[in-house]
T-cell receptor
């Protein structure tokens, strides 16, 4: 199993450009997450999804969009890149037997990250 | 919202020493995880521990949910233990909140 795969690993964007960060997992996990990690800081949740067709905002969703058309894929889109979005982006997935059972979530598995610089 | 505080923020150990990292959280949580971020930036899940004690080799963790803290113990530290250790809690609504981390450097 590859686990959680993120592409690209590195990217430099100009202000105002758009791009999509790809994330795919092969563990049949129903939950997926996008985080950003700024230098010297912990991770902050951008968006999450509890299953195909269902997404919701995390702590810092402004400037980003997501979609979840399949169980495996959870792309993150930046429409108008801004310098404040320079960060390392991590995708993660986990399994929960039922999204209404709040304390049943299982450990999160992370991808290796995408380092994004906006100049 | 819920606050997650980790201590100490930085820690330098001589190889072979033991250490305890602490995570305090300000409200009841559904679950708690400990992660290690290695110097290459990769995040590895160490423990999923909403309560009780777990051990995995030289690492163990204890969460006392009623007192809102968790401890990560590292025994006989090795240089490969260097990196950042994060505590993350599930605050409900499927949102995970990370602490700022403890940066550990183990000297040979």
């Amino acid at each position: 199993n590859a686990g959680v795969t993120q592409t690209p690993k590195f990217r430099i964007l100009k202000i105002g450009q758009s791009m999509t960060l790809q994330c795919t997992q092969d563990m049949n996990h129903n939950y997926m997450y996008w985080y950003r990690q700024d230098p010297g800081m912990g991770l902050k949740l951008i968006y999450y999804s509890v299953g195909a067709g269902i997404t919701d905002k995390g702590e810092v969703p402004n400037g980003y969009n997501v979609s979840r058309s399949t169980t495996e894929d959870f792309p993150l889109r930046l429409e108008l890149a801004a310098p404040s979005q320079t960060s390392v982006y991590f995708c993660a997935s986990s399994y929960s037997p039922g999204h209404k059972i709040h304390n049943s979530n299982q450990p999160q598995h992370f991808g290796d990250g995408t380092r994004l610089s906006i100049l | 919202g819920i606050q997650v505080e980790q201590s100490p923020p930085d820690l330098i150990l001589q190889e072979g020493a033991n250490s305890t990292l602490r995570c305090n959280f300000s409200d009841s949580v559904n679950n708690l995880q400990w992660f290690h971020q290695n110097p290459w930036g990769q995040l590895i899940n160490l423990f999923y521990i909403p309560s009780g004690t777990k051990q995995n080799g030289r690492l163990s963790a204890t969460t006392v949910a009623t007192e809102r803290y968790s401890l990560l113990y590292i025994s006989s530290s090795q240089t490969t233990d260097s990196g950042v250790y994060f505590c993350a809690v599930d605050a409900g609504g499927f949102k995970t909140i990370f602490g700022a981390g403890t940066r550990l450097f183990v000297k040979a």
